[in-house]
């Protein structure tokens, strides 16, 4: 037989259905209760999206869908209630913040050894700067399972901008997941740690997908 790999699921049950990037017509049947857009998707989503945003200038236009392989942002049962999934989340923070000029941060960060990839550095960023507004927007994903990793913005570039807002999608179990009966276990939240009193944005993130803004 042919063995699938990287197969994201979209449906959680017994059995869960995904499918691999790439394969969109081919629906894949697993025998196991798998969680279906966990925190660890949403990571995902938020470190696609900051990929596309650095390319920018290439790509003027993608699809959800076809980037992570889904149509279930927002899940709904016949006759029930809907719900955002997890994935909703970086996508609705990336589109409602990311605004102006692009900006490619000069990021140092520790690197996380992987089976796959190799030597990867466990931060990645982005940011867009809006003139008009004079508002600046940071995306950063922490990509370490274990680790948390502080996460500083110097602010100086931008004259007197301060830290306006930090938002964070996190938990403490990565493969946390929204449903039916939990709509809103996994969403995103204020980071406890941030503050505008100095001119740079200080965050602490332990696996997740992170916006900072300042003004």
Known sequence: ?????????????????????????????????????????????????????????RVHAACLAQLVNTISAIRTEPGGPAW?????????????????????????????????HGTVPVLDAVATWDADARRLA????????????????PLVAFGDARLAQATELADDDRFACNTQDEPDRVVPHAHPRAGPDVPRAVLVLAHVFGLSTAS
Not at 87 to 113: C, E, Q, Y
Not at 138 to 150: K, L, M, T
Request: proline residues 8%; hydrophobic residues 50%.
């Open 84 to 116: 955002r999934q997890s994935i909703f989340h970086p996508f609705s923070l990336t589109a409602r913040h990311a605004a102006g000029d692009v900006l490619r941060p000069d990021l140092t960060a520790p690197t996380l050894d992987t089976a796959k």
């Open 1 to 57: 037989g042919t063995i699938l790999s990287d197969v994201i699921v979209e449906v959680a049950g017994k059995p869960s259905f995904g499918r691999q990037m790439g394969s969109y017509p081919i629906l894949v049947g697993i025998p196991l209760v798998l969680p279906a857009g966990s925190v660890l998707d949403a990571v995902v989503v938020g470190s696609l999206l900051i990929t596309l945003l650095r390319a920018s200038d």
């Open 138 to 153: 940071v995306f950063v994903v922490n990509r370490d399972p274990d680790e948390a990793v502080i996460f500083e913005v």
